[in-house]
């Protein structure tokens, strides 16, 4: 359940993969991009441990995603722009020529790439931990800070603050009638009166975070302090330097 | 809500009257209850954007315009925020706070660098104005560049140049239609909440608010 990305400090997990993204977005080699997919699919599952079900969509669920780009920004290539124009597949008066199919698989492998970066820190960090980790290190007003946190409190209030609205339209036959249109203008109905309970909380919890003296000093103790420690600059480090490794590697 | 007797507890500097005393020269621009309702807000549309980004990272694979029809929701929170608080780095706290909680989506804590840079984007074109001018021109004007913006970052992404001519026209109008439509939908959803009142004594009343009247165009 605990892979060893899930212990490193969020900030290493967000500004270590920033440049190896940069570097899938830029490159059009279709090795490397490959490599990099494969990498990172296998750090995520020995880093972040998903459960199986995780797992076997990640692994099932990558060559699916990049078959479909290839085979759909195949088609939507123009066929003018490709030089190899043999045809692979024909659905009818549509086409898919090689070329196209090397753009699509091109793309895929870069979305995939993407992805799979971002879901490094997207499995292993949650919000608070973010939070935490940008008001100690990243000097991020707590004040600020400290509202993320308060305000994620707010989800499941909303939860019940909807099934209120919902009844209190219901009781008063606010659009009615059936069919997804109807549903539509009752979904639409229930934004103002959440928001406007939601804002309305906000102003009740800030009096109450004023009246236990939030905010009346600069600084705040941490009930949960987020270290950064040698590990998470052997992370970072491993990331960055993985842009000029891998490459290198593909290329013998 | 917000009754007289209150505010002197949460915002020093925010009422008219308080302008007066010299302890309200400098007003704290960052009051608990500006923090918190920028964070109801953000909560609200961050939730949103949970569903919408696991959608667009399916459609990612198959189609590109799906995506661009999406990213409206990103800027409907610091639309509202902004439309509704009237204050500087309203929608850029309400943005991030929205994109907190979509860390748990495929973009992980991407998403709250993106919705950073949406919320830069969206304070930009007020900044410029030195945050005076808070007519809905100007926030058709900020989206409609954010979009043209966004568009010369995610064509190359998508392979865009060398697809056909119908599907670049598809998406560079989708994309548009998305983002300038999430401006209308929060000025509207910004001008029924200030209706409610939820935010009296909050947002400045000075001010010709584009929440409280469309047709207003001058002070």
């Not at chain 2, 670049?168 to 209308?184: D, E, I, P, R, Y």
């Amino acid at each position: 359940m605990t892979g060893f990305l899930r212990g490193v400090n969020p900030l290493a997990k967000m500004f270590g993969p920033l440049p190896v993204m940069a570097a899938v977005f830029l490159t059009e080699d279709l090795r490397v991009l490959a490599a990099f997919t494969l990498g990172t699919l296998v750090l995520l599952l020995v880093g972040a441990l998903p459960g199986w079900r995780t797992s076997l969509a990640l692994v099932l669920g990558v060559p699916v995603g990049v078959a479909v780009v290839a085979v759909s920004f195949g088609l939507w290539v123009d066929p003018a722009a490709v030089a190899d124009t043999r045809t692979v597949l024909a659905f009818g008066p549509v086409e898919l020529t090689r070329g196209g199919l090397a753009v699509g698989l091109v793309t895929g492998l870069r979305l995939a790439a993407l992805v799979l970066l971002a879901m490094v820190s997207g499995l292993t960090t949650t919000g608070p931990e973010f939070v935490r980790a940008s008001v100690q290190h990243l000097r991020v007003p707590y004040r600020v800070g400290y509202a993320a946190l308060a305000s994620m409190r707010f989800v499941p209030r909303f939860g019940r603050e909807l099934e209120v609205i919902r009844s209190a339209h219901r009781v008063r036959g606010v659009a009615g009638g059936r069919g997804p249109v109807a549903g539509a203008r009752r979904a639409g109905g229930y934004a103002v009166p959440l928001l406007a309970s939601g804002i309305r909380h906000a102003e009740r919890v800030s009096l109450s975070m004023e009246s236990r003296a939030f905010g009346a000093a600069p600084t705040r103790t941490e009930r949960h302090p987020v270290p950064l420690r040698v590990r998470d600059g052997v992370v970072l480090l491993a990331f960055w330097s993985a842009c000029w490794a891998v490459p290198a590697l593909v290329h013998g | 809500m917000s009754t007289p007797e209150t505010t002197p507890t949460t915002a020093p500097g925010t009422t008219p009257d308080a302008a007066a005393t010299p302890a309200a020269r400098r007003p704290r621009p960052l009051t608990t209850r500006y923090l918190m309702t920028c964070g109801a807000i953000g909560a609200a549309t961050g939730v949103l954007l949970i569903p919408v980004n696991l959608v667009a990272f399916g459609a990612l694979a198959a189609a590109p315009t799906l995506v661009a029809a999406l990213v409206g929701f990103w800027l409907v929170g610091g639309v509202i925020a902004l439309a509704l608080l009237q204050r500087p780095g309203a929608a850029l706290i309400t943005s991030v706070i929205s994109g907190i909680f979509a860390i748990p989506t495929p973009a992980g804590l991407t998403a709250v660098l993106t919705m950073a840079m949406v919320g830069v984007a969206l304070e930009l074109g007020f900044a410029v104005t030195l945050y005076r001018v808070w007519s809905p021109w100007l926030f058709y004007v900020s989206t409609a560049v954010i979009a043209a913006v966004y568009l010369t970052m995610v064509f190359p992404a998508y392979e865009m140049g060398s697809a056909s001519t119908l599907a670049q026209v598809m998406f560079v109008l989708t994309l548009f239609v998305s983002m300038v439509g999430a401006a209308w939908l929060g000025l509207l959803l910004a001008r029924r909440l200030a209706a409610t009142g939820v935010t009296r004594g909050l947002a400045p009343v000075r001010r010709p608010a584009a929440t409280t009247a469309t047709t207003t165009t001058a002070p």
